[in-house]
């Protein structure tokens, strides 16, 4: 590809004509400096000046340095590596759940409940309580992956894309976590994310419902366990992870105080 661009000439100010060739070179000629070559990293415009000698780029021209991401292998080193519906590998130095993506744009079931109950009937916190379920989906953004939550309640059932779109533009989704892209695969078809936070969330609420009969909201803290991984399983068409969450408040309430340590 050639371009070339000319400006009015002022003192010092020298126009060239530039040539793009593979591998980021560009060959440049000047009338009072002949011709040579110049290496660059990446060039995005079409020409450059010259005052004094020295070049001056515009902005968008310079590639900026970006950090270099490891692969999933060199990332996951020395981790213990559970394969399933989403494989996800345990740090055990770090207490750190890596999640692995490679469904995008894929619906599936996410379902979260309260595995052990508070004990208290007046709270409302039972074991084996069902919780939210939602139809969602991973999607990535650039360095970030967003799970999405799909608006089933508004949907064209129809074969018709221009209703569907319209239909998805009207309602919106909501997105219940972003995640950083911390590794992936060459192809970038499997990217690795530290799903600790997530999984470590106050999902089923319990903080707000213990809060909800107090005479001041509860503070909130969580803390991971060690035996994380233990609690989790993972199958071919299923991931089951199960945290374990430590709430602290300074005003627990009667109801907590008569069933817990």
Known sequence: MRAAAAKPETPNTFTIATCFLPGGTIDEARPDRGSGSLDVRRCRCRCAEFHDGNAVENADRLEQKTPSVKTIAEKTTGMQKLPGFFTYYWDAREGKVWLQIDKWDVPFLYYESLPNGVGSNDVGLDRGQPGRTSVVHFERIGPRVLL??????????????????AVEQSFAQSVL???EVAAEDKDGEAVL??????FLSDAHEVAARLAAGQARRLPRRFVAVGDLPSRTKNFPENTDVESTLTLVGDNPGPW??????
């Open 148 to 165: 999405v939550a799909e608006n089933e309640r508004y949907r064209a059932v129809t074969d018709d894309l221009e209703q569907r779109t």
């Open 177 to 179: 976590w972003g995640f």
């Open 256 to 261: 907590v105080e008569q069933v817990t340590p």
């Open 193 to 198: 994310v530290d799903a600790t936070p997530f």
